[in-house]
């Protein structure tokens, strides 16, 4: 059998010491790392929700808005474009129904939803 010297030892047992601490930081290192990974991992997600709600989501209920504002604001006379693109002028409005008239005794009846304001408002812009 062969004896170790004492400094063999002592040095055997600082290389045991070191492999200990260096395992200790590296698993530290390693959760501080997974730490910050799991913090940071909602921000993606948190991105696509915002991009989503401020490039599709907002302007859509914007123009849902503007819609409903514009059909509660129709009246006797109006020239209006329907989403087919009928043009008619307003002749009678009902609860359920919107009677337009196309030409001189020519009438059809629409849903108020069936009035675009968007194709209205490009229908106007074109004439004047």
Do not use: H
């Not at 530290?28 to 991105?47: E, R």
């Not at 001189?104 to 209205?120: G, L, N």
């Amino acid at each position: 059998m062969v004896k170790s010297s004492n400094c063999e030892q002592k040095y055997i047992s600082y290389l045991y010491i070191c492999a200990i601490i260096i395992k200790t930081t590296n698993m530290t290192l390693y959760f501080v790392l997974q730490a910050g990974a799991s913090a940071f991992s909602w921000i993606f997600p948190v991105l696509m929700l915002a991009f989503f709600y401020f490039f599709f989501i907002a302007p859509q209920m914007k123009k849902q808005k503007e819609q409903t504002k514009f059909s509660s604001e129709l009246k006797k006379g109006d020239e209006v474009v329907t989403a087919s693109g009928i043009i008619g002028q307003i002749n009678k409005i009902e609860d359920s129904s919107i009677t337009l008239e196309l030409d001189s005794k020519t009438f059809i009846r629409v849903v108020p939803s069936a009035i675009s304001k968007e194709m209205t408002d490009q229908y106007k812009g074109k004439a004047k």
